[in-house]
């Protein structure tokens, strides 16, 4: 049994001292990477500082990812919104998985970690589209933990783009959309080769969804934890997985 303790502000159970279950890791991990502009501004840095020491968390958590045996980590790094943000600092973003890749892709490698993305990849510079299609080959035939980074991703505009392609295979095949079911929205989804995520964390204590997998989190377990993004460390992710298996998953039933 674990020992509970609530964290009454937050209705959620805070750090307790029982174990992690090795045994009910969640299958699927996705992140809302947030606070890295907070976390520079607290430091008179230029926001970009934020981003990189972001980019450090990101192969912390990958690492500690694998290392628990968590098979999907999806981790929001753009979303289609994020193109409002300054010229430089888009640039900058956008050039983080090319340095990201630059040096840790042999530790991917060497993990079993395999590299996907999800998201309009297609408006992507040619630059950050080379390495992350670099890391992509060099990880195909991993087995070990699914890296996902959703770039330039926006949850409507997902399942808009699921609605238009059933809808032009309905109607090439003279069919109605009687035909429509839930199955089949997810199978055009971008995520359609994942299970849906098992727990959804966002950082830096903003509670919003902010179009993120917002068909796939339908029965996910919500954690928003306090910590800035840069600051997030294993102990935290820990601490998310133990208030996970603290939880009954209940999928509407009773
Ligand atoms: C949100 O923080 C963060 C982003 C929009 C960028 C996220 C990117 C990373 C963490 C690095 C990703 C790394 C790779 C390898 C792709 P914010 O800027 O909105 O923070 P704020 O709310 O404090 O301003």
């Known amino acids: 049994m674990f020992k509970k303790l609530i964290n009454k502000n937050k209705n959620q159970p805070i750090q307790s001292n029982f174990d992690l279950d090795l045994h009910n890791i969640p299958n699927h991990v996705a992140i809302i990477m947030d606070g890295n502009g907070r976390w520079a501004k607290q430091r008179k840095l230029p926001r970009i500082k934020g981003h990189y020491q972001g980019m450090q ?21 753009f979303s289609t919104e994020n193109w409002t943000r300054p010229e ?7 050039n983080l998985p090319v340095n990201f890749l630059k040096t840790f892709l042999p530790e991917l490698i060497e993990n079993n970690v395999k590299v996907e993305t999800i998201g309009f990849m297609e408006y992507l510079p040619s630059s950050t589209l080379k390495s992350i299609a670099k890391a992509k080959e060099d990880t195909k035939h991993n087995t070990g933990l699914k890296l996902i980074f959703a770039i330039n991703y926006g949850g409507r505009a997902e399942i808009v783009n699921s609605v238009k392609s059933i809808y032009d295979e309905l109607t090439a095949k003279g069919l109605t959309s009687d035909e429509i079911t839930e199955q089949m929205i997810d199978d055009h989804l971008m995520t359609h080769a994942y299970p849906d995520p098992d727990l959804l964390i966002r950082t830096s204590g903003e509670q919003r969804i902010s179009n993120f997998l917002i068909w796939q989190v339908s029965y996910s377990e919500f954690i928003f934890n306090e ?18 298996q603290s939880r009954q998953r209940r999928f509407g039933g009773l």
């Open 227 to 244: 910590k800035l993004w840069p600051d997030f460390d294993k102990e935290e992710l820990i601490n998310c997985i133990k208030i996970y």
């Open 57 to 77: 968390t990101v192969k912390k958590i990958t690492k500690v990812a694998s290392d628990l045996g968590i098979k999907y980590l999806t981790l929001y790094a």
């Open 88 to 94: 430089s600092e888009v640039n900058y973003i956008m």
